[in-house]
């Protein structure tokens, strides 16, 4: 909440409706990974606009999951450079190793795999993101350190904390 | 050694701490130039300095700045475009991550010339912890006075702010990151008005790219003549290239704008030629909306003059052989790699991210890569081929925003430089089992 008054403050009076992506961020970080429209209608209240200018904004960007996610969310980058050089691999890897499609999220609700596109890595391709940390320079065996340590530590993972496993 | 203005300290340790980056001559420009020049005269500099965008569309920076309006009792808004989305590119997010007050003393240095009392540095969101780096340094910044109120006794006042995107590559369009800015869907505007008249909030608004406003602050520590003394003709400078894909040196290297094209892939100095000793085959040299180039053409011009790493000698022959040196995401593509797929990839990235806006993009960029998908699959007709071409060539400047044009190019050059490849895929009725899988993958995470 202080967070919250304190990126408020930033815009000039009557612009408050600015604060919205920085406070929808917050609201998944704070409600388990994703917006159920009960944290976006929470999220208007607090800036005094309609829920409909939330539910629209939080639908556009490809960084607010609409849907729950598993505690560790793993966004693979697709897209050019990335693609080059094995992204195709890392994502069948993962599917194979997790027994899930991407876009879905496994039974134990530890990891939900994402594709998403340039993630700006590209010169140490492929690279997977994960909350707010970059691993990059992947092979199939960092995956599977990454992967196995994540389910060790068993933590929820958002873009807000900084909490890089080191592999 | 080519020149270095952005990371000539960029192997000391330790410089997105205040400290650090003051001992090596920091926040002394800014100082430079709140007490001894006038915003004009800042101004004058930059125009002098012939520094263009970096951002991509290379547009004169000093001239942007004076289409500034100044409205008496409006208020002026410097926005920084920290939005870098273009795939290929990560030149920005490496100068904020190691160097973030190079940023903030360009920011501020920017703003006092610009007469905007308030900046805000816009990232994507997915650089959630370079933004963090950035509010640190801003931090230590307001700490030790320069930011706030009457900055080093010069009766200048200003803040900066960090704003954090939340993944739409068409918030690096200029009028889109203001849509997002105020808190809404990253719709590009129409324009006129430019921002410059109507920009965040309605008020006259510069938006500049990272590189861009970092540029800045050697230009007034060094005089824009001596800037515009480096580099070649009109393209003045020091750019930030980011080298990727089959090469053997990926990273961010800062040239000398009029470096060769041939020294820059194969000198040990940049990216020290193809991996495994392959050829090459084709390179897209500054992010993915520019024409690809085939391996001659980008070494030489059509005219056979070496091509040079600069506005001007990319742009060399127009789009029939030439490019753009756009971002400067050079994309370097070995002799085993399939220019169709290649393309299928592109296509797919700006179906995803167009934003539905205009009937043209968000239509057409479903067609053309729905055709590649069935191209690669062995189902592809010569007439797809055609058709391809066709539907391309309705997006490109039919668009509120260039989105659409950086759609089309990429087939465009593609098919100009490579139809040989689509008549075998459609000849010899390849299937790529690979593509079919991916293409699921894609309908899933879209879902």
Excluded at chain 1, 57 to 85: D, H, Q
Excluded at chain 2, 136 to 142: D, G, I
Aim: aromatic content about 8%; glycine content about 10%; hydrophobic content about 35%.
């Amino acid at each position: 909440m202080m967070t919250a008054q304190r990126i408020i403050k930033r815009y000039p009076e009557g612009k408050h409706k600015s604060a919205l992506i920085p406070l929808l961020h917050l609201a998944q970080a704070e409600f388990d990974g994703w917006l159920s429209s009960g944290a976006m209608d929470y999220v208007a209240s607090l800036l005094k606009i309609q829920p409909i200018e939330a539910y629209e904004v939080a639908s556009f960007y490809s960084m607010f999951n609409l849907k729950p996610v598993g505690k560790c969310v793993i966004e693979v980058c697709r897209t050019s450079s990335c693609w080059l050089l094995g992204a195709e691999d890392v994502v069948r890897h993962i599917e194979k190793k997790l027994k899930i499609h991407a876009g879905e999220t496994t039974s134990d609700g530890m990891f939900t795999l994402k594709t998403v596109e340039c993630l700006g890595s590209c010169g140490t391709a492929p690279m997977l993101q994960c909350g707010g940390d970059y691993y990059e320079n992947l092979t199939l065996e960092k995956v599977d350190t990454l992967l196995e340590k994540m389910k060790e530590e068993g933590r929820r993972r958002v873009y807000t904390k900084d909490d890089m496993i080191q592999i | 050694m080519a020149k270095k203005l952005l990371l000539e300290n960029d192997h000391i340790s330790g410089l997105s701490n205040i400290n650090v980056y003051r001992q090596h001559g920091g926040y002394r420009t800014l100082e430079k130039a709140l007490k001894q020049m006038t915003p004009e005269q800042v101004l004058e500099d930059v125009k002098t300095s012939g520094l263009r965008g970096r951002g991509g569309a290379g547009f004169p920076t000093g001239m942007k700045w004076s289409f500034l309006a100044k409205p008496e009792g409006v208020a002026r808004y410097l926005v920084c475009n920290a939005d870098e989305s273009e795939p290929g590119t990560f030149k920005d997010r490496y100068l904020m991550e190691r160097n973030p007050h190079l940023l903030i003393e360009g920011m501020i240095a920017s703003s006092y010339a610009l007469g905007a009392k308030t900046s805000f540095i816009y990232i994507r969101g997915e650089y959630f912890y370079v933004a963090r780096i950035l509010e640190a340094a801003l931090n230590e910044a307001y700490e030790a006075g320069l930011l706030g109120k009457n900055i080093l006794n010069s009766g200048f006042d200003h803040d900066c702010y960090v704003q954090v995107g939340a993944g739409a590559y068409i918030c690096g369009e200029e009028t889109a990151l203001l849509e997002s800015l105020e808190g809404k869907r990253g719709n590009p505007r129409i324009k006129p008005p430019f921002p410059a008249i109507a920009g965040l909030y309605g008020c006259p608004t510069v938006v500049n790219n990272v590189e861009t406003i970092a540029a800045v602050v050697p230009i007034i520590r060094d005089g824009g003549e001596a800037y515009a003394a480096t580099g070649i003709g009109k393209s003045t400078g020091t750019k930030l290239i980011s080298a990727s894909g089959h090469i053997n040196k990926p990273g961010v290297y800062e040239i000398e704008l009029g470096v060769p094209v041939e020294e820059f892939i194969y000198s040990e100095e940049y990216c020290g030629g193809i991996r495994n000793g392959k050829k090459l085959k084709a390179v897209v040299a500054g992010g993915s909306s520019v024409p690809i180039l085939p391996a001659d053409l980008i070494l030489k011009t059509a005219a056979g003059e070496p091509r040079l790493m600069s506005y001007e000698s990319l742009a060399d022959g127009g789009f029939a052989t030439g490019t753009m040196l756009g971002s400067g995401g050079f994309i370097v593509m070995d002799e085993d790699t399939s220019i169709v797929k290649n393309l299928w990839n592109f296509s797919r990235f700006y179906h995803h991210e167009s934003c539905g806006q205009c009937s043209p993009c968000r239509e057409g960029t479903g067609w053309m890569e729905k055709i590649l998908h069935r191209i690669l699959d062995g189902h592809g007709t010569l007439q797809d081929v055609d058709l391809l071409w066709d539907i391309q060539s309705k997006i490109e400047g039919k668009t509120i925003c260039p989105l659409g044009d950086a759609a089309a190019w990429p087939v465009a050059s593609a098919i100009r430089h490579f139809k040989k490849e689509f008549e075998e895929y459609v000849r010899n009725g390849r299937s790529i089992k690979d593509v079919k899988h991916y293409y699921r993958l894609n309908n899933l995470a879209e879902a």
